[in-house]
């Protein structure tokens, strides 16, 4: 099972050898490819050979780039991985409204109560009750909107009264690159079990390759909240490279997978296989994860 997560920040020449990736700094690194889940490029001095792109691709790794700002602004995702891509396609196509909608439910509840566990793991027990308490108001579809709700409510509990999601500061540039790392995890994910991820269940935007992407997240992004709020690294005026390298963790950290410890990239992909296996029997068999204190996942 792919588990390493590289994360390259200073200049590199990147190729590959016999199935393995060289990293060449002052020195050359080796790693084999088999072992490798997602890479991140954010030195804009790197240069990347087109036959280690291909490897990765034809791998299934995610490759993250980054933009000026560091920020990463785009993931190379395999191409046609999947035995059946064209039946999988189908099944999207074909998905009806009312499973659209009971999917979706499920995962707005997964989120709030996520949310809520964040809350109770760094302390916040009254709080967290607060939060958990929009779990049973959310219907099908979340026609009320329940999510938007608890999340104005969830952000100031979590962050103090004078955060907001609109901000210019640390905590939401350390939330919006955790978020983009784990959206690349699931369009790398989406790909390789064939979906179209521009085809979402509850985010149509004709304007967005990654709809369906972005339903999946919701129930993983209170990790970055929580890894956020907890570390006193992002308690400083400056987003620092020790930041970033913290939030590409968080695709190594344990979840509560179908009450199973698990890394969060292998959650990620057990959400994308229970949703191929929803569309298929056409009823609601989401597996989502529940958040735990923060640890790094151990392989035995």
């Known amino acids: 099972m792919a588990y390493r997560h590289i994360f390259i920040e200073n200049p590199a020449k990147i190729s590959m050898r016999n199935k393995q990736l060289l990293i060449e700094t002052d020195r050359i690194h080796s790693v084999p490819i088999e072992d490798i889940s997602a890479v991140l490029i954010e030195s804009h001095r790197s240069v990347i ?6 490897c990765l691709g034809e791998s299934g790794v995610a490759v993250y780039c980054c933009d000026q700002k560091h920020m990463p602004c785009a993931i ?3 191409f046609s991985t999947h035995s059946r891509e064209l039946s999988v396609l189908k099944s999207q196509l074909e998905c009806k409204e009312p499973l659209k909608k009971r999917l979706w439910q499920s995962i707005v509840q997964s989120k709030i109560s996520n949310q809520a566990k964040c809350l109770e793991i760094v302390g916040k027990t ?27 409510k969830y952000f100031p509990l979590l962050f103090g009264n004078t955060f907001y999601r609109s901000n210019d500061d640390v905590i939401n540039a350390s939330l919006d690159y955790g978020y983009a790392i784990l959206r690349g995890c699931i369009a790398r994910n989406l790909a390789i079990y064939g979906f179209q991820p521009a085809l979402g269940l509850h ?13 999946l997240i919701e129930p993983f992004r209170p990790l970055i909240d929580l ?10 005026d400056e987003f620092t490279s020790d930041c970033k390298k913290i939030l590409f963790s968080c695709l190594s950290m344990e979840s509560l997978s179908g009450n199973q410890h698990h ?11 229970s949703l191929t296996r929803s569309l298929s029997n056409e009823k609601n068999e989401l597996c989502l994860p529940e958040l735990l204190p923060l640890k790094l996942h151990t392989y035995e």
């Open 203 to 215: 985010h149509r935007s004709e304007l967005n390759h990654f709809n369906l992407a972005d339903d």
């Open 227 to 236: 890894m956020v709020v907890s570390m006193e690294e992002f308690h400083s």
């Open 263 to 273: 890394s969060v990239s292998y959650a990620i992909e057990r959400s994308v296989k």
């Open 49 to 54: 050979t087109a036959a280690a792109l291909s």
């Open 76 to 78: 190379l995702t395999p």
């Open 126 to 152: 009254d709080e967290a009750l607060k939060i958990s308490a929009f779990v049973e108001k959310v219907q099908s579809g979340d026609t009320k909107n329940v999510e938007a709700t608890a999340a104005l």
